[in-house]
């Protein structure tokens, strides 16, 4: 418990105190500051899209690991699991590899936005795969038998009986993803490029700050980026729960 | 008789499924896994006995394999008592803990390494100055390293191991007591076998994790050549120096390590999987 609080806990506040420490002019300074802004602006964005990509992806890719069967099965459950334990910052070397100057394919998305999705993408992939695949495997298929039965079409018993099964799951997996998105840090610091006011994102802005010596700045802008993930995953579990009743 | 369930059926959808799935997979992950390794042995070996060759990356690695096994060892030590506490004791405030240990996964890794600077740093941080004296400089140093690698993985041992002690439950525990063994015997006698499996996957997990930990490294650690700076960072450097051949091979040293920990994992699952099924 002690280590807990001398690791955890004790050192999150201290930026909270820190950021605090400076009132409420030095958010505000922050949030009138462009590049910070812009910042902000394009990582909340494209984690929001990420995430509405992994919610249908995720969940795409979840029903084909469980219901379908054909070889080399086990070789994608395995490559999901990649982007989790690969290191960051060899991740945005390996996209970049493939996607950056010199493509093999053709395809140059280095030091564009585009780039920002496709890195976030590739961190977030496993989050919402690895939460529904569990609840879609203990679902029973004798209830979509019985709806099948009475009539209903394939995508109305998808529609009415799967899916809100996997609600929360889908919900829960993306609030990790969200999470992870905002916050991904060496997988975009090679592959965006960092310009500001058009690929810098957050934590590279915050990253600057902290190399610039501006540790009150830092301070605030990691204290919003904290606010964001909590708001984010609050409000998920709220829609989630909304879904949940109505369905 | 055939199941008419959703997704038996419609061999267009199937396909159309499966090529989705396996093209999105190939494309975001597999196609540039397989580039770097491509990139790597390009001239063959001699790529990577360049890098070794390198007293950097000869360090960088060493550091990294030091403090990404430090930090297991104390997390794990860490996780399986906290799994305890969580699973077995009831206290005030209990959610909310239970909560709080997903936090770290949420956390930007910059955040990190700044918050353990606020709290750690020599000069003007809240124990730093007091650490220092009693002579331990812990950030800029390895006793910081380790730490931000212990934030970053702490959930991940306890996420395994607690679903695990729930399920077992606690009757032979007690039964074990009853019959007169003290509570050191009974963790290691009774406890400890049954989540066996589970603390080796959480450990070897959190040893993927920790050798790729990049973000909270770099600020913690500060980045100097060849005294703290762990592989992850010195890939960044060799990159933006042009050095592309070492940071590739570096990179391949790091991703086949944890490609070679998640087929440790998948290897182990299955064998344990039926065991449990059967004891239901």
Known sequence: ?247 | MASAAVGTGSPVVKWVLRLLVVGYLVMLVAWPTAYVVKHTFADGLTGIQEALADPDVVHALKLTAQVAVLAVMVNTIFGVGMSLLLVRYSFIGKRALSVLIDLPLSVSPVVVGLALVLVYNGRFGWFGPWLEDHGLQVVFARPGMVLATCFVILPLVIREIVPVLEELGDDQEQAARSLGANAWQTFWRITLPGIKWAVVYGVVLSLARALGEFGAIKVVAGNVGGETQVATVLVQQKYQNFEQQTAYSVSFMLVFAAVLCLVVVALLRPKDGPKEGKEQ
């Open chain 1, 1 to 247: 418990m002690t280590w807990f609080s001398l690791l955890v806990l004790i050192p999150l506040s201290a930026i909270v105190v820190k950021a605090s420490g400076g009132g409420w002019s030095t958010y505000e300074s922050i949030l009138t500051n462009a590049n910070t802004r812009a910042a902000l602006q394009l990582t909340v964005v494209s984690a929001l899209l990420i995430t509405l990509l992994n919610m249908v992806m995720g969940t795409i890719v979840a029903w084909v690991l469980v219901r379908d069967r054909f070889p080399g099965k086990a070789v994608i459950d395995l490559v999901i699991d990649i982007p989790f334990a690969m290191p960051t910052i060899v991740a945005g070397l390996v996209l970049l590899s493939l996607y950056g100057p010199q493509s093999p394919i053709g395809v140059e998305v280095n030091s564009t936005r585009w780039s920002v999705l496709l890195a976030m993408a590739f961190v977030t992939l496993p989050f919402v795969v690895r939460t529904v695949q569990p609840v879609l495997e203990e679902l029973d298929t004798d209830v979509e038998d019985a709806a099948a039965s009475l009539g209903a079409s394939r995508f109305t018993t998808f529609r009415r009986v799967v899916l809100p099964a996997l609600v929360p799951a889908i919900f829960a997996g993306a609030a990790l993803s969200f999470a992870r998105g905002i916050s991904e840090y060496g997988a975009l610091v090679l592959i965006s490029g960092n310009l500001p006011r058009r690929t810098e994102v957050v934590s590279v802005r915050l990253f600057s700050f902290l190399e610039g010596g501006n540790t009150e700045a830092a301070a605030a802008v990691a204290t919003i980026m904290l606010m964001v993930a909590l708001l984010a995953i609050v409000a998920l579990d709220v829609i989630q729960r909304r879904v949940a009743r109505r369905g």
